[in-house]
């Protein structure tokens, strides 16, 4: 028996296994969105998409965090069709006509109204103990943004007005207890956030609950949003995905989703921009648009369409460059290494 069978017998957790052969890392599920920028966003990859573990959409009100949430949600329960979503609801900003709007059973929608973070942790540790691993549930929190701590509720109630110092404590210990339970039981959860300005000369966004979330996600996304006008005035809004956090992505990348108010989401969202950046797309004037090596000419209207963009998408050359562009790198990360040779070199010619 080698020394690795004899420590793999040893160890006293049954999932223990050889890194190369772990199922926890080469079997990550991955739940496509039909909007490729989306799945750019949370995968670097267009025909990647949402993994298991922690994935945080944060920002100001109306800025679109939770229909991104349900976007996820539709789109795994797409994927499976046994699949059911665990949908926790502080806010209850969310009716059933909204859930309808994104073509989501309601029927497979558990909805657990939630009052104080305690409960929130409480219920969903009950829950990710009876679940197994190839149970196909998604988790959906909105928001904890808006949850007070139990000890909040009980100073109002009894007429105290202190600071509650322990809400950041029971967030960090939420975050902290389910963690490990979605990676192992590869499920995803979805969080909704709120977003503060730090104080100082330029303020910036940051999540609010303190360190427990930013420790313990995945993926944090920070939304912005900018307006879209034309001459008849507002239109929609192009919902901006800051990435604070990823696994899977370079930080501080920005992607946008184009949502206008009579069409919904569009697919082809941010194409355009990183075809122009990469030449897969030309301006030959202005007002108009082809594609790479094409003559013919395309109104900007006319480019939102599968006939459009699909040869751009399929091809390797733009996955590629996609990748290139949006992905972490996977590359060896101890470069220009030094022999033991080398290093006594070193320490002679210094001295």
């Given at each position: 028996?080698s020394?690795?069978?004899?420590?793999k017998?040893n160890?006293?957790?049954?999932?223990t296994?050889?890194?190369?052969?772990s199922k926890?890392?080469?079997s990550k599920?991955m739940?496509q969105?039909?909007?490729p920028?989306?799945?750019v966003a949370?995968?670097g990859k267009i025909?990647?998409?949402l993994?298991?573990?922690?994935t945080?959409?944060?920002?100001?009100s109306?800025?679109?965090?939770t229909a991104?949430?349900?976007?996820?949600?539709?789109s795994?329960?797409?994927?499976?069709d046994?699949?059911?979503?665990?949908?926790?609801?502080?806010?209850f900003?969310?009716p059933?006509s909204?859930?309808?709007?994104?073509g989501i059973?309601t029927s497979r929608v558990?909805h657990?109204?939630?009052?104080?973070?305690?409960?929130?942790?409480h219920?969903?540790m009950?829950?990710l103990?009876?679940i197994?691993?190839g149970?196909?549930i998604?988790f959906?929190?909105d928001?904890?943004g808006?949850?007070?701590?139990?000890?909040?509720v009980?100073d109002?109630?009894?007429?105290k007005s202190?600071?509650?110092?322990?809400?950041a404590?029971?967030?960090?210990?939420?975050?902290r207890m389910?963690?490990?339970?979605?990676?192992?039981?590869?499920?995803?959860?979805?969080v909704?956030n709120?977003t503060?300005k730090?104080i100082?000369?330029?303020?910036k966004?940051?999540v609010?609950g303190?360190t427990g979330?930013?420790y313990s996600?995945d993926n944090?996304?920070?939304?912005?949003?900018?307006?879209?006008?034309?001459?008849?005035?507002l239109t929609g809004?192009?919902?901006?995905?800051?990435?604070?956090?990823?696994?899977y992505?370079?930080?501080k990348?920005k992607?946008?989703v184009?949502v206008?108010f009579e069409g919904?989401?569009?697919?082809w969202s941010g194409?355009?921009?990183?075809?122009?950046?990469?030449?897969?797309v030309?301006?030959?004037?202005?007002g108009?648009?082809?594609r790479?090596?094409?003559?013919?000419?395309?109104r900007l209207?006319?480019t939102?369409?599968k006939d459009?963009?699909l040869?751009i998408?399929?091809?390797?050359?733009?996955l590629?460059?996609i990748?290139t562009?949006?992905?972490?790198?996977?590359s060896n990360l101890?470069t220009g290494n030094?022999?033991e040779?080398?290093l006594?070199k070193?320490?002679?010619?210094?001295?």
């Amino acid at each position: 028996m080698s020394l690795m069978e004899k420590i793999k017998k040893n160890s006293t957790i049954k999932d223990t296994n050889i890194l190369s052969e772990s199922k926890f890392f080469n079997s990550k599920d991955m739940i496509q969105t039909p909007v490729p920028m989306f799945n750019v966003a949370l995968s670097g990859k267009i025909d990647g998409g949402l993994t298991p573990g922690l994935t945080v959409f944060a920002g100001p009100s109306k800025h679109f965090k939770t229909a991104f949430a349900l976007l996820l949600a539709k789109s795994y329960m797409e994927k499976y069709d046994d699949s059911v979503v665990l949908f926790y609801d502080s806010e209850f900003g969310s009716p059933q006509s909204y859930f309808e709007s994104f073509g989501i059973d309601t029927s497979r929608v558990l909805h657990t109204p939630v009052t104080d973070v305690e409960q929130l942790k409480h219920d969903s540790m009950q829950q990710l103990n009876s679940i197994e691993r190839g149970d196909r549930i998604i988790f959906i929190v909105d928001s904890v943004g808006n949850l007070a701590s139990r000890k909040e509720v009980e100073d109002s109630l009894s007429g105290k007005s202190v600071a509650d110092m322990s809400r950041a404590k029971q967030l960090k210990s939420l975050f902290r207890m389910i963690t490990p339970h979605l990676a192992i039981k590869d499920i995803p959860m979805v969080v909704v956030n709120h977003t503060y300005k730090e104080i100082g000369m330029f303020p910036k966004d940051v999540v609010s609950g303190g360190t427990g979330v930013y420790y313990s996600a995945d993926n944090i996304y920070i939304i912005g949003r900018q307006q879209e006008k034309d001459t008849t005035g507002l239109t929609g809004y192009n919902f901006i995905i800051n990435v604070e956090k990823s696994r899977y992505v370079r930080e501080k990348t920005k992607i946008a989703v184009e949502v206008s108010f009579e069409g919904g989401i569009s697919k082809w969202s941010g194409l355009m921009d990183v075809s122009l950046a990469g030449g897969f797309v030309t301006k030959p004037s202005n007002g108009w648009y082809s594609r790479k090596n094409e003559e013919q000419k395309y109104r900007l209207k006319d480019t939102y369409s599968k006939d459009f963009w699909l040869p751009i998408i399929s091809s390797k050359e733009f996955l590629d460059y996609i990748e290139t562009k949006f992905k972490s790198s996977g590359s060896n990360l101890m470069t220009g290494n030094l022999s033991e040779e080398d290093l006594e070199k070193e320490f002679e010619n210094a001295t």
